[in-house]
């Protein structure tokens, strides 16, 4: 099982979501993250992905973990992860864009969806609300369809 995070700039009514430009997910809107390396905290990984894709730091101490995603694939255990998604109000730098990231400010009640994993509107806007969640997805075999899914809030 893969660990993975993700993480959302937030920045007054507005997210920053990057179009993955190569690679897995390529041509889809996503926040910023990527896999965990070797003995590295999910925190680190955070903050490393971050400055790597759109080249703003930030630190641990400003993120905060608003939720766990498990992604489950039919026939294809070795394609599961459950992926961590943090949010942050403040960094340094201003969001550019990379070989493998364009950063893009979007309303939080405009966001691109035709253009994001099918999951991401059962519990992105959650997120951006300000809750805490879990959430459960199974896809088929080849990843493009959600057989069934489960998005709870959790307390604080």
């Keep these: 099982m893969k660990h993975t995070m993700l993480c959302f700039l937030l920045k007054d009514d507005r997210v920053l979501l990057a179009m993955k430009k190569r690679g897995f997910g390529a041509g889809k809107w996503n926040g910023i993250g ?79 969806f035709q253009k994001m994993w099918i999951d991401d509107p059962h519990w992105l806007p959650l997120v951006l609300a300000g809750k805490k969640i879990k959430g459960e997805f199974l896809f088929d075999h080849a990843g493009s369809t959600m057989i069934n899914f489960n998005v709870s809030e959790v307390l604080p």
Excluded at 60 to 76: A, I, N, P, Q, Y
């Design 34 to 112: 990527g896999k965990l390396k070797e003995k590295e905290t999910l925190e680190a990984a955070t903050v490393r992905e971050v400055k790597e894709e759109i080249g703003v730091i930030i630190t641990t101490g400003d993120l905060e973990k608003v939720g766990v995603l498990s992604f489950r694939f039919k026939d294809h255990s070795d394609w599961e992860q459950d992926c961590f998604v943090f949010t942050v109000r403040h960094w340094q730098g201003e969001p550019k864009e990379s070989e493998e990231m364009r950063p893009q400010w979007y309303t939080t009640n405009n966001l691109p």
